[in-house]
Each structure stands twice: as structure tokens, then as C-alpha cells.
């Protein structure tokens, strides 16, 4: 496993990952579908874990894979309850596009 | 760690008290459970440990903060009593909600290990956004609630991404391994690029400017006693935290990242402060002067190693004051599908001890002596001075000017202005939650140096 990393070079890992992450920070901020968003956000947490998982191994360490179960969870939950939110706002407007979100202002 | 132990434990009874059908009990026992839990807690104040692994570290400078997020518990679950009146079935649910957010903001300032930190903010976060939008049936909260959903959830990543770079550099996620590997020569680059990437996060939550427009949104639209929390719980406890991480982490910050911290916090001020001359709902109003406390807040960054006692007694005087305004406004606007100021006229002569305490409250935000608020803004602009950053403190001083204009604003609503409405019956809890608060806000002013001594 370290001969593959050794050949890669963490640098790749680090740019694939700032790469995914760009791109789910650019989802959140331009599209404008909540569910879509939400998988951004989505894309944006798993690009961390999988620059986890490298330095990880790079490291020969367990502690970043252990923090790659915790990140899991955590962003599970997080989803259950942005969904539910996205639920009662369906059944408010009938509509989960962000741009009908715009009552306050000020 | 029994503080945190004993808290959750607190928040899973609630919730059986509803398996039971107990629900007249919950607040009273809530209450003396969380009075337990402060005691409790205090006892831990002078045996400083850590545990499983240093996960948690009880310092001094955590019970302190513990002891200031239970006090504010405390006047949060007393409020819920008359807030949530009309849904007494969920009753349970909401103070159960906040009990666990408390069990987060606990954690976040004990951590000892970064594992803890993202946890602790993770519990913080997920119970807000679901106190947020918890007014299902409401437009205003469902949009508040995904707002906050999305802005904190993005903060969450970025912090996440900041933990993620900073173990590649360092190779642990211990605190204190960490501080001590930061002090050697040679670091990869990725480990400042973690930092500024947490702090970045961190200036989310605590509504710095650049990153601050969810804020007034999230606040105006959320239900009064969320707003309550989030205005001073969530505020102090991001405050503190980013203040234990810097200090752990990082003990000479680099002179860019204090001129950065500068600027944010120069920003913060005068953003917040000219933004809320011009509103004209009081949440907003208080929203914008969170968001310039959180300038003033900063300034603490700019010393990490002596500013503590400054930070912990700027919070405590500031979110005491808030807690007290939020109880008047709960009772204002308790009838109101808005918060306008127009619902604030005359309270002066319908309701005068409930207007002299905000009055009061909105005095001591904007540093007024004999409230707390005022000895606050001296020694953090005494420290500061010493710190050098004597610019600083000129925007600072100009700035609290500048802030008694929006503040006036509201006291001269409710003593010049004709009432609208008669005057209706006030519930004990609103009273007593919103004396308690200021009368500990000016026993602060008058006795300071019980709070900044704790920390030095």
C-alpha cells in the first residue's frame, strides 16, 4: 500500500481532493436546486475523507481512518435533518428551488 | 468530563419524562438537574485532567466557559416554559434539543484532541438547525432553518478540510502534540493553510464579517427564543472555541494572521454597526450587534496568552444582556407575527420594569458604565492598547459611538412614542429570567474582578 502511495505522491492526493472539494464548494454556491446542494455538500465532505485515508497511510497512522467513520456519521445526520427541513419547505411552497426562498430581507 | 457525562445523561431523562407522560415535570427538573450540573461543574474547576487519551481536557479555562453556557441553559429552559406553551407535546423535544446542544458546546471547549472539536461542533450545529426551523408551520422559520443549514454545513467542510490538512501536517489530531510538533522548524505548508481553513469556518459560525450575511436572516427568521440562543450561547461558545483552538494550536500567531484578525475584526465592528442604523426589525437590530460584538470578541485573538479573563467576562456581560433583552422582546412580540419597533412603542408606560430592564440591557450592550458592558470594552481596549494595536482600538472606541445610535433608537420608541396596545399579564418566568440576568449583568460591572481573576 506504501510502494502505491510512494509511486503517486501525496501531492496528487491533496490536488485530487482540493479539486472535489472546488467543485462542491462551487455546487453550493451556483446551483440552485436544494437537493443538488446538498449533494455538494456532500461531494465537499467526502473529498476530506478521502485526503484522510491518504495522509492516513502516508503517515502509517489509524487515527485518520477512525476520523473517517466519525466524519461519516456526522454527515448522515447532517443530511437527515437538512432533508426533513427540505420536506416541511415542500409542503409549504411546494417547491424546493432556492430562488423561492427569499421572504427575509432587510 | 462528569459535567459532560451528567448533561447528556440529563437530556435522555427528558426524553423518558415524555415515555412517561411526566411533562408538567420536565422544566422543574431540567432546571434543578442543570443547577446539579452547575454545581458539579464548579467542583471541577480546581483539578485540572484529562481523559481517555486526552480527548477531553478539564482545564480552568473549560469550567469557566462550562459554567457560563449552563447559567445560559438555565435562563434558555426557563423561557421554554412560556415559549412553547402551545405545543406542550413537543415540550420535551425542544428542551431535550437543548440539553444535547449544551452537551456539544461543552465538548467544544474541553476538547483535547481535534476528533472532540469537530464532534462538539457537529452536536452544536445539527441541534441549531433543527431549533431553527422548528416552527414547521411557518415560511419565515423553514427558510431560516435551511439558511442556516446550508451555510452551516459548507462552514462544517471547510473546518473539516482545515482538521484534515493540519493532520497531514502533524501526523495526530492531539492538541497537544500538535502545539508542541509546531514549534519545530520545518512544517509543510499545509499546516497554516489548516489553520486559516478552521479559523475561516469558525468566523462562520461566530458571524465575523466577510462571513456574516446569513446571520441577520437566520436570526429575524427563526423563532424568538432560537434567535435568543443563537445571539448568545452558539456566539460565545464559537468565540471561545476558536479562542482555546488558537491558543492551543498556535501560540505566536504569525504577524499576517493578526493583521487578518485585525481587519476582520475592524470589519466586523463597523459592517455590523452601520448595517443596524437602518433596521427596523429589533431581531435584526440585535443580529447586527452580534455581529459587531464579534468584532469586539476578536480583539481577545490578538493576545491569546493572557486575554481569557478578558474574553470570558465580555462574553458573560454580553449574553447576560442579551438573555435579558430576548425575554422582554419574547414578551412583546409573544401576540406579533413581526418584531418591528412599532410593538416596542409606549412599552415605557404599559409595562415599565419590563422596558427599564431592556433599556438596561441595550445600555450595557452599548458600554454604558455600572452595566457590565462598559468594564468589558475597558479592559478588552486596555489589553489591547498593550498588545499594541493601538488603531484598533480607535475604530473600537468609534465604533461603540456609532452603536448607541441604534440602540437610543429602540429606548426612545419605547418611552417617547404613544402605545398601541394595552398592556397584557406578564408570566412570572419572564420576570424573573429577565431580572435575574440584568441584576447579574451590573453585580459583574460592579464586581469584576471575580470573573477576570478566575482565568488569570
Not at chain 2, 427538573?29 to 446539579?36: D, Q, R, S, Y
Request: neutral net charge; aromatic residues 12%; proline residues 2%.
Amino acid at each position: 500500500m506504501n510502494n502505491i502511495l510512494n509511486e503517486i505522491g501525496i501531492e496528487n492526493y491533496i490536488f485530487l481532493s482540493t479539486i472535489l472539494f472546488c467543485i462542491g464548494i462551487f455546487g453550493v454556491l451556483y446551483r440552485r436546486n436544494a437537493i443538488i446542494v446538498f449533494m455538494s455538500i456532500e461531494i465537499m465532505l467526502n473529498a476530506v475523507n478521502l485526503l484522510f485515508v491518504a495522509f492516513s497511510t502516508y503517515h502509517q497512522d489509524a487515527q485518520g481512518q477512525i476520523f473517517v467513520f466519525f466524519s461519516m456519521a456526522v454527515a448522515a445526520a447532517e443530511v437527515a435533518v437538512g432533508l426533513a427541513i427540505l420536506v416541511s419547505i415542500f409542503r409549504n411552497l411546494g417547491s424546493i428551488d432556492i430562488n423561492n426562498l427569499k421572504n427575509l430581507k432587510g | 468530563m462528569n459535567t459532560l457525562i451528567a448533561i447528556i445523561g440529563l437530556g435522555v431523562l427528558c426524553l423518558l419524562f415524555e415515555i412517561f407522560e411526566w411533562r408538567k415535570a420536565i422544566i422543574p427538573v431540567t432546571v434543578i438537574g442543570l443547577l446539579a450540573v452547575l454545581g458539579l461543574n464548579i467542583s471541577e474547576f480546581n483539578s485540572p485532567e484529562a481523559y481517555y487519551n486526552n480527548m477531553m481536557i478539564v482545564s480552568k479555562f473549560s469550567t469557566a466557559f462550562s459554567a457560563l453556557f449552563i447559567i445560559l441553559t438555565l435562563f434558555l429552559v426557563i423561557l421554554s416554559h412560556k415559549f412553547y406553551e402551545n405545543q406542550p407535546g413537543k415540550l420535551s423535544d425542544f428542551i431535550a434539543i437543548k440539553i444535547f446542544l449544551l452537551a456539544g458546546a461543552v465538548a467544544m471547549v474541553s476538547f483535547g484532541n481535534l476528533a472532540m472539536f469537530f464532534l462538539g461542533i457537529e452536536i452544536l450545529s445539527i441541534a441549531l438547525y433543527v431549533l431553527a426551523s422548528s416552527s414547521r408551520q411557518s415560511v419565515k422559520s423553514n427558510e431560516a432553518g435551511l439558511k442556516y443549514f446550508l451555510m452551516g454545513s459548507f462552514a462544517s467542510g471547510i473546518i473539516l478540510f482545515g482538521i484534515c490538512l493540519i493532520y497531514g501536517a502533524m501526523g495526530s489530531f492531539d492538541v497537544i502534540e500538535i502545539s508542541e510538533l509546531s514549534r519545530s522548524a520545518e512544517l509543510p505548508i499545509w499546516f497554516p493553510i489548516g489553520i486559516i481553513l478552521v479559523a475561516i469556518g469558525m468566523f462562520f459560525k461566530i458571524a465575523a464579517v466577510p462571513f456574516h450575511f446569513w446571520a441577520p436572516d437566520v436570526y429575524e427568521g427563526s423563532p424568538t427564543l432560537t434567535t435568543a440562543l443563537m445571539s448568545t450561547l452558539a456566539k460565545v461558545v464559537a468565540i471561545a472555541t476558536l479562542f482555546k483552538l488558537l491558543n492551543v494550536m498556535n501560540a505566536d500567531l504569525s504577524p499576517s494572521f493578526q493583521l487578518v484578525i485585525v481587519i476582520i475584526s475592524m470589519a466586523s465592528m463597523t459592517v455590523g454597526n452601520i448595517m443596524a442604523l437602518r433596521q427596523v426589525n429589533v431581531k435584526r437590530i440585535l443580529a447586527f450587534s452580534g455581529i459587531s460584538h464579534a468584532g469586539f470578541m476578536l480583539m481577545t485573538l490578538l493576545s491569546t496568552t493572557n486575554a481569557a479573563g478578558t474574553l470570558l467576562y465580555y462574553t458573560s456581560a454580553y449574553a447576560l444582556a442579551g438573555i435579558a433583552a430576548f425575554s422582554v422582546i419574547l414578551y412583546v412580540c409573544k401576540h406579533n407575527e413581526n418584531e418591528d419597533i412599532t410593538n416596542f412603542h409606549g412599552l415605557g408606560k404599559t409595562n415599565p420594569l419590563l422596558a427599564a430592564i431592556l433599556t438596561a440591557s441595550l445600555l450595557s450592550m452599548a458600554g454604558i458604565p455600572i452595566f457590565s458592558g462598559f468594564f468589558a470594552k475597558l479592559f478588552l481596549f486596555n489589553q489591547t492598547i498593550q498588545a499594541g494595536y493601538i488603531a484598533l482600538v480607535i475604530v473600537a472606541v468609534v465604533n461603540s459611538i456609532i452603536s448607541v445610535g441604534y440602540y437610543f433608537k429602540l429606548i426612545l420608541a419605547m418611552y417617547t412614542k404613544e402605545a398601541n396596545e394595552e398592556r397584557t399579564a406578564t408570566p412570572i418566568t419572564i420576570y424573573a429570567v429577565a431580572v435575574i440576568a440584568i441584576v447579574l449583568n451590573i453585580a459583574l460591572g460592579l464586581f469584576p474582578s471575580y470573573v477576570l481573576d478566575l482565568l488569570a
